[in-house]
């Protein structure tokens, strides 16, 4: 079997949820697929790429399961939508229960590689909301957007921060603060 840059993220991505971000080494990696570590250099520059890397395929994940969210949407129930959103963003990105790297990620320690984490997710929501969602919405319910990407960005990475120092905000507060946000508040779709 030939080894390829994925297969190393695969395999760093289970040696994390098991043992943990920081306990979990290149050579542990390397092992775990049965190659040696110069092959891992062959795809990344060390372990910081890889990090990276094992970040994206979560973000990867979580959009697959907003992609299925997205497909089961009505534009007439946009307070719903808004809060299943609201609640699956808090089980992919908080929901730690079982998984050490995501754990880790929270812990000081890692304060770099959850701003990253935070960056990533902010950018590639805001791109897939304003890809799939927002803009067929805006066109449906005559609402305008200023700087829809910039909007979403900030947003998100204010909802990430928000239940990162706040875990127990419920999830009807959050889609309140989002609706009041894109005041989309009572905005009904034109007939």
Not at 11 to 35: I, P, S, W
Not at 134 to 142: F, I, K, L, N, Q
Request: hydrophobic share 45%.
């Amino acid at each position: 079997m030939k080894v390829r840059r994925d297969d190393f993220v695969s395999a760093a991505r289970k040696l994390y949820e098991r043992q943990g971000l920081r306990a979990t080494t290149v050579k542990d990696v390397a092992d775990a697929l049965g190659v040696r570590r110069t092959l891992f250099y062959h795809y990344f520059s060390g372990k910081d790429e890889l990090n990276t890397a094992v970040l994206n395929a979560y973000i990867d994940e979580y959009l697959a399961t907003l992609s299925a969210w997205k497909d089961r949407q009505s534009m007439s129930r946009i307070d719903d939508a808004i809060l299943e959103s609201v609640r699956i963003l808090r089980g992919y990105m908080f929901d730690v229960s079982g998984n050490s790297f995501l754990r880790s990620l929270a812990s000081s320690e890692n304060a770099a590689l959850y701003l990253e984490f935070t960056n990533l997710v902010a950018d590639r929501l805001s791109v897939f909301f304003i890809d799939t969602i927002v803009r067929a919405y805006m066109a449906v319910c005559d609402l305008e957007v200023k700087n829809v990407y910039e909007t979403f960005y900030l947003l998100i990475y204010g909802l990430v921060g928000l239940l990162r120092h706040h875990p127990r905000t419920p999830d009807e507060e959050l889609r309140d603060l989002v609706m009041q946000s894109l005041h989309v508040a009572g905005v009904k779709p034109a007939a």
